[in-house]
């Protein structure tokens, strides 16, 4: 597999403006999980698998968010940096936070963002989302089990009037989800198109209450 080309072949079906520098970055962040996986346990896929169900994954609601206003994001359990960094690839003239509790992949995270040279734009809060005190306009949150226990430490996360923008799956069993919220939100559920990925996905926009 030509790596490089897979990528572009995926970022012009998902309508993503790219460089060549971009897919250098992308294709680097690509052999950083590759080298660090097995020590850290960042995903269980490899080669053209882990380009599809995280690297595009990640990158197929980037036009929503290019259409967005918004300063400040926070990747919320960053894990292998899923979504923060291939986002942040893109929306350069933002802040990503990354927000991860595993020291191990914390430190996968620090060396990833400065092999990157995204330092300046891209920052690591090591702490459990509980822990965080920071507030952003945004923050994203890539999960395909329920999320409600996680659903308030996500919104404390966001200033008045922030977006979540929770990755998800099937839309029946995100619906069931919303029923079991709490909380004065504006829901909006989107579906997308992940690049040679036959599983459904939508993203989930969740509006904090301005109050």
């Given at each position: ?91 350069k003239d933002r802040k990503m936070t990354l927000i991860e509790r ?17 330092r300046g734009r891209v920052s690591l809060n090591e ?85």
């Amino acid at each position: 597999m030509y790596i490089p080309e897979f990528l572009k072949q995926g970022l012009d079906e998902i309508g993503i403006d790219y460089t060549d520098s971009d897919v250098a970055l992308l294709e680097t962040y690509i052999h950083e999980i590759t080298l660090w996986n097995k020590s850290c346990g960042l995903v269980k896929a490899e080669g053209k698998d882990l380009i599809i169900r995280h690297i595009f994954d990640s990158l197929a609601p980037l036009p929503l968010l290019e259409q967005m206003e918004f300063a400040t994001a926070a990747d919320a359990g960053s894990g292998a940096g899923l979504p923060g960094i291939p986002l942040a690839v893109f929306l350069k003239d933002r802040k990503m936070t990354l927000i991860e509790r595993s020291a191990k992949r914390s430190g996968f995270l620090l060396n990833a963002v400065s092999v990157l040279n995204l330092r300046g734009r891209v920052s690591l809060n090591e702490a459990p989302v509980e822990k965080v005190t920071e507030h952003f306009d945004v923050v994203v949150f890539r999960a395909f089990r329920q999320f409600e226990e996680f659903y308030k430490p996500l919104m404390n996360l966001l200033r008045p009037g922030g977006v979540l923008f929770a990755y998800k799956g099937k839309k029946e069993t995100i619906l069931r989800e919303i029923k079991m919220l709490s909380g004065d939100t504006d829901a909006e559920i989107i579906k997308i198109t992940v690049p040679f990925l036959e599983n459904e996905r939508h993203i989930l926009k969740l509006r904090k209450s301005h109050q």
